[in-house]
């Protein structure tokens, strides 16, 4: 009786993953899901197959579900429509909230239905004990047989949980439940007085501003979160996920951040290989509706061991509520595991974000220093302008307000706060992430190239900007030679204040030379700094232009 009350209550089954052999399974790195070969039959290499019961079953409570968010999202007009009409009635009510208990009634009398289904199923029954299993107990083995199972990750046991590092326990310098330290913005209107009158103005409209936000605003900001498009991805992420278990023998964990989301991560490793470049961790933050399954991840793949997150919009899966905040909490408990669990130091591993992804990798090259590089490909350096440009004008105080207080993607900030190397890879037909021609050339660029603000002068920001505003990869070498740029002397130059006057940026150097000097160094740091992609916002990048940044 127990067993079938665990199938009625137990998660969805996916897939159940094939045999591979002995050669490629994992190194073992201790406490985390590792895939290995399980007694099972070699005929469960497919993706599990339901006996009808459970798969009809299964059939109506998803359409009910799908049903159930197409109301969620539509309520507010429902509710307009409902009191327009009158039928907000107490006399109109009752009826109604008759039909809607008969109609729970019935679908939890379908989900028993389906629990039956799965206890007459020796797979899922199988399963189910090995799922309480290690619940009770994670220990190695429970842990390796149940990653051999794809399935509904809310019932997925907490790999690691953000207060497991020892440093952290009893520390007032880490996290907190309310979460991580964020950059906060300046106050709109700096020297005035926060009398009570002014606060009683202003409630309205951050009142307004909270409602959009928490409504329309993080649907916008985080298409992936919405549960109809995830649902529509659901085959292609299963077939993507399975690819990273069963060819790139790739781990999957579940992590808890200081606000209680869980995170979703897949580790590949190859610290057992030959390959010089699989000795760094490439940390993959997605981009908008971007999932590990299917998404940046491919582009490090091939050589370095990435370890893909897929927060519900962007490769960590945030299981809850994504804003800014969340994001940057996920992305804290990520870095641990990978520092504390994974067993690599900060200096080996690199961050790779792609366009939204771009914040949370910002905020970790902000939050921890001494990590190896950042690579952003297609992110921006503010929310507001990208905000303005699909919002109507009459809107202009509302959204700039909205962002700023809710939804602040401040990355241009947070990296102006990291010392080490970054590389900005710019999609030169980009749709997304531009709002004019010219925007194409105020980028995340900037934020790095400030480290030299005396070669960023008048003379080195002009004939910077001419290179950005180049067309085509012809143009641009023709203005690099135009200015006869001597790479060996800019290096020479570079490396000679730094032994001087050591790395920390800002430098002055370029501060007596003259204008000529200026330019050739501003081209030749712009070139270092800044690779373009000739593509659109949304096309993957190629493995080979995945490179590490330049540093001296």
């Given at each position: ?18 045999e ?12 985390t ?12 290499d497919?993706?599990?197959q339901?006996?009808?019961?459970e ?14 968010s197409i ?7 429902a ?24 109609l ?6 379908v ?17 189910i ?7 009770r ?8 047989q ?33 979460g ?12 005035t ?41 659901m ?28 995170i ?8 057992g ?56 909490n ?18 080996d ?20 220093p ?16 990208l905000?303005?440009?699909?919002m109507?004008?009459?809107w ?8 700023r ?22 999609r030169t ?12 050339v ?14 960023m ?39 000679s ?19 000529d ?5 501003a ?30």
């Open positions: 009786m127990a067993k079938l009350l665990s199938c009625v209550l137990g998660p969805r089954l996916y897939k159940i993953y094939r591979r052999d002995s050669e490629r399974a994992a190194s073992g790195v201790p406490g899901p590792t895939s290995v070969t399980t007694a099972s039959s070699s005929s469960w497919t993706y599990y339901p006996r009808a019961l798969k009809h079953a299964d059939s109506i409570l998803a359409l009910a579900s799908v049903f159930w109301s969620y999202y539509s309520s507010p007009f509710f307009f429509y409902l009191y327009r009409k009158g039928y907000l009635s107490l006399s109109k009510v009752v009826p109604f909230s008759h039909y809607a208990g008969t729970l009634l019935l679908l939890a009398g989900a028993c239905l389906r629990g039956i289904g799965r206890w007459t199923n020796p797979q899922y029954r199988h399963f004990t090995i799922l309480e299993a290690a619940h107990n994670q220990s190695a083995e429970n842990k390796r149940l990653a051999n199972y794809n399935f509904d990750f809310r019932s997925w046991p907490v790999d690691f949980h953000w207060e497991e590092p020892s440093s952290r326990k009893g520390s007032r310098g880490g996290p907190s439940r309310r991580v330290a964020l950059l906060r913005p300046e106050p709109l209107h700096r020297g007085a926060d009398t009570l009158l002014n606060r009683v103005k202003k409630l309205p409209c951050q009142i307004t501003s909270y409602l959009v936000a928490h409504t329309l605003g993080r649907r916008m900001l985080y298409p992936g979160s919405v549960y109809l498009l995830q649902k529509a991805l085959p292609v992420l299963l077939q993507g996920q399975a690819r990273l278990v069963e060819e790139c023998n790739g781990r999957r964990a579940k992590l808890l951040a200081c606000d209680g989301n869980e979703d991560t897949m580790f590949v490793d190859r610290r290989t030959a390959e010089p470049q699989g000795q760094k961790l490439v940390i993959c933050c997605e981009g908008n509706a971007g999932f590990y399954e299917v998404g940046c991840v491919s582009t490090p793949l091939e050589g370095q061991r990435p370890l893909g997150l897929t927060h519900s919009s962007l490769p960590f899966l945030l299981q809850g509520v994504p804003f800014p905040q969340n994001e940057a996920a992305m804290d408990v990520v870095v641990q595991f990978a520092i504390h669990r994974l067993g690599f130091q900060p200096q591993i690199i961050i790779y974000a792609w366009s939204i992804g771009g914040f949370t990798a910002t905020w970790a090259a902000m939050s921890y001494d990590i190896s590089a950042v690579i952003l490909d297609a992110s921006f350096d503010d929310l507001v302008p905000a303005l440009k699909v109507p004008d009459s202009r105080g509302l959204v700039t307000r909205t962002v207080q809710h939804l602040n993607l401040n990355n241009a900030e947070q990296l102006c706060r990291y010392q080490g190397p970054v590389l900005l890879i710019r037909k980009d749709e997304i992430i531009t709002t004019t021609r010219e925007e194409l105020l980028t995340l660029a900037w934020c790095s190239l400030r480290r030299y603000p005396r070669v002068a008048e003379e080195g920001l002009r004939v910077v900007r001419q290179w950005l505003e180049a067309s085509s990869q012809l143009e641009e070498a023709s203005i690099y030679s135009r200015w006869e740029v001597e790479e060996d002397w800019c290096l020479s130059v570079l490396r204040y730094q032994a001087e006057h050591g790395p920390e940026f800002p430098w002055s150097v370029g501060e007596d030379m003259s204008a000097g200026r330019r050739q160094l081209l030749f740091l712009a070139q270092k700094h800044l690779h373009n992609f000739e593509a659109t916002h949304c096309t993957p990048l190629p493995a080979p232009n995945f490179q590490m940044p330049w540093h001296l």
